[in-house]
Protein backbone atom coordinates (compact mmCIF):
# COMPACT_ATOMS: atom_id res chain seq x y z
CA UNK A 1 0.00 0.00 0.00
CA UNK A 2 1.02 4.04 -0.91
CA UNK A 3 0.81 6.62 1.86
CA UNK A 4 -0.23 9.66 0.98
CA UNK A 5 0.35 12.96 3.51
CA UNK A 6 -0.48 16.37 2.26
CA UNK A 7 0.77 19.76 3.65
CA UNK A 8 0.87 23.33 2.58
CA UNK A 9 -3.03 24.26 2.36
CA UNK A 10 -4.40 27.06 3.73
CA UNK A 11 -5.73 30.73 2.95
CA UNK A 12 -4.39 32.96 0.34
CA UNK A 13 -5.70 36.33 -1.01
CA UNK A 14 -6.22 36.19 -5.01
CA UNK A 15 -2.95 36.52 -6.55
CA UNK A 16 -0.75 35.35 -4.01
CA UNK A 17 0.37 31.64 -4.33
CA UNK A 18 0.66 28.50 -2.03
CA UNK A 19 3.10 24.88 -2.31
CA UNK A 20 1.09 22.21 -1.77
CA UNK A 21 3.28 18.94 -0.84
CA UNK A 22 2.49 15.35 -0.75
CA UNK A 23 5.10 12.66 1.01
CA UNK A 24 4.40 9.01 -0.64
CA UNK A 25 5.45 6.50 1.49
CA UNK A 26 4.94 2.36 1.30
CA UNK A 27 5.34 0.01 -1.83
CA UNK A 28 6.69 3.04 -4.45
CA UNK A 29 8.59 1.40 -7.01
CA UNK A 30 5.53 0.67 -8.94
CA UNK A 31 4.30 4.13 -9.25
CA UNK A 32 3.67 5.89 -12.23
CA UNK A 33 1.77 8.81 -12.61
CA UNK A 34 1.73 11.05 -9.38
CA UNK A 35 -0.47 14.38 -9.19
CA UNK A 36 -3.29 16.84 -8.14
CA UNK A 37 -7.05 16.81 -8.04
CA UNK A 38 -9.34 19.40 -6.62
CA UNK A 39 -13.00 20.13 -5.89
CA UNK A 40 -14.71 22.70 -5.25
CA UNK A 41 -18.31 22.89 -3.45
CA UNK A 42 -20.79 21.94 -5.80
CA UNK A 43 -18.53 20.83 -8.39
CA UNK A 44 -17.11 17.05 -9.53
CA UNK A 45 -13.78 16.56 -8.76
CA UNK A 46 -11.35 17.62 -11.79
CA UNK A 47 -7.66 17.02 -12.50
CA UNK A 48 -5.51 19.76 -12.17
CA UNK A 49 -1.70 18.37 -13.06
CA UNK A 50 0.21 15.07 -13.52
CA UNK A 51 3.58 14.36 -13.62
CA UNK A 52 4.64 10.89 -14.69
CA UNK A 53 8.19 9.31 -13.85
CA UNK A 54 9.76 9.90 -17.58
CA UNK A 55 8.40 13.49 -16.41
CA UNK A 56 5.61 14.13 -18.85
CA UNK A 57 3.39 16.80 -17.39
CA UNK A 58 -0.38 17.04 -17.99
CA UNK A 59 -2.52 20.54 -16.30
CA UNK A 60 -6.13 21.34 -16.38
CA UNK A 61 -6.32 24.16 -19.02
CA UNK A 62 -7.98 26.47 -16.41
CA UNK A 63 -4.00 26.52 -14.69
CA UNK A 64 -1.61 26.65 -17.42
CA UNK A 65 0.59 29.09 -16.91
CA UNK A 66 0.39 29.58 -12.88
CA UNK A 67 0.49 25.76 -11.16
CA UNK A 68 3.34 24.31 -11.66
CA UNK A 69 3.93 20.28 -10.64
CA UNK A 70 6.94 18.94 -9.66
CA UNK A 71 8.84 15.71 -8.13
CA UNK A 72 12.03 14.94 -6.13
CA UNK A 73 12.15 11.47 -6.68
CA UNK A 74 15.16 11.35 -3.84
CA UNK A 75 12.52 12.49 -1.07
CA UNK A 76 9.42 11.11 -2.98
CA UNK A 77 7.55 14.38 -2.72
CA UNK A 78 5.27 15.90 -5.37
CA UNK A 79 4.93 19.40 -5.04
CA UNK A 80 2.33 21.87 -6.61
CA UNK A 81 3.20 24.58 -6.80
CA UNK A 82 0.58 27.62 -7.12
CA UNK A 83 0.91 30.84 -8.36
CA UNK A 84 -1.68 33.97 -9.40
CA UNK A 85 -3.93 32.17 -7.05
CA UNK A 86 -7.91 33.16 -7.99
CA UNK A 87 -11.12 32.61 -6.07
CA UNK A 88 -12.62 29.98 -8.20
CA UNK A 89 -9.14 27.81 -7.24
CA UNK A 90 -10.61 27.49 -3.96
CA UNK A 91 -11.84 23.41 -3.44
CA UNK A 92 -10.24 20.82 -1.86
CA UNK A 93 -6.78 19.50 -3.13
CA UNK A 94 -6.31 15.68 -3.12
CA UNK A 95 -3.01 13.93 -3.91
CA UNK A 96 -2.84 10.93 -6.11
CA UNK A 97 -0.78 8.18 -7.20
CA UNK A 98 -2.03 6.12 -10.33
CA UNK A 99 -5.46 6.77 -9.48
CA UNK A 100 -5.15 4.27 -6.87
CA UNK A 101 -4.09 5.69 -4.03
CA UNK A 102 -5.31 9.31 -2.77
CA UNK A 103 -4.01 12.03 -0.09
CA UNK A 104 -6.73 12.96 3.12
CA UNK A 105 -7.22 16.63 0.86
CA UNK A 106 -6.01 19.76 2.15
CA UNK A 107 -8.50 22.26 1.69
CA UNK A 108 -7.01 25.75 -0.60
CA UNK A 109 -9.00 28.71 -0.49
CA UNK A 110 -8.79 32.03 -2.38
CA UNK A 111 -10.26 34.99 -1.03
CA UNK A 112 -11.14 38.50 -3.26
Known amino acids: QVQLVESGGGLVQAGGSLRLSCAASGRLFTLDVMGWYRQAPGKQRELVATMTTGGSTNYADSVKGRFTISRDYAKNTVTLQMNSLKPEDTAVYYC??????WGQGTQVTVSS
Open 96 to 101: AADNTY
